[in-house]
């Protein structure tokens, strides 16, 4: 975890989680570790206040890793918007020799277990997508780029969507 206080965590910035934000990572060379690593020295820079991005999770294939608590606000979607006041923010990996598709099953996992300790349904589980950037063209970032069709929510999403849902029902 990063440390209370540090980098992304100044502030400490308290949240009920409503949401459930969905993310690639779009770096091909690294992992969850580094990721992780990056996040704690304060690599990650937004160029806005506060300036550093935290997340919650990222996953890779075999496991994943939790950066902050998730009653504490990220900064990882939309900059002052509701995406990172009310969102648990969930990076899937995308570096190179890391299954994919296992990556994927992990990260449907996880979310499932994450709507059940929160209360918070499937229709609130989006991608990145869903929120929008004020000031950036487009402000609906392509992201996660593999489960989005033509740039946007489509067959693919609602194929991981049922995932999740399939993981849900089993914890029932
Ligand atoms: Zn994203």
């Not at 993310?23 to 937004?46: C, D, P, V």
């Not at 209360?119 to 991608?127: A, Q, S, T």
Request: charged fraction near 20%; charge should be positive; aromatic fraction near 10%.
């Amino acid at each position: 975890m990063v440390r209370k206080g540090a980098y992304g965590r100044r502030g400490a910035r308290p949240m009920t989680p409503r949401f459930i934000t969905i993310h690639s990572t779009q770096n091909y060379t690294a992992g969850a570790e580094r990721h992780a690593t990056a996040l704690k020295r304060g690599a990650l820079r937004t160029g806005q206040r506060p300036g550093y991005l935290i997340w919650h999770f990222t996953v890779e294939a075999r496991f994943a890793i939790q950066h902050m608590p998730t009653n504490e606000q990220g900064i990882h979607a939309d900059f002052d918007g509701p995406g990172n006041h009310l969102s648990i923010g969930i990076e899937m990996c995308e570096n190179r020799g890391n299954d994919r598709a296992a990556t994927v099953e992990r990260t449907a996992m996880l979310t499932a277990v994450l709507m059940k300790k929160n209360g918070i349904p499937l229709c609130n589980v989006v991608p990145h997508y869903h929120w929008p950037r004020k000031g950036k063209h487009p402000p609906n970032k392509n992201c996660p780029h593999f489960l989005m069709d033509n740039g946007r929510p489509g067959a693919k999403w609602r194929g991981f969507l049922s995932r999740v849902n399939y993981y849900y029902r089993r914890l029932e």
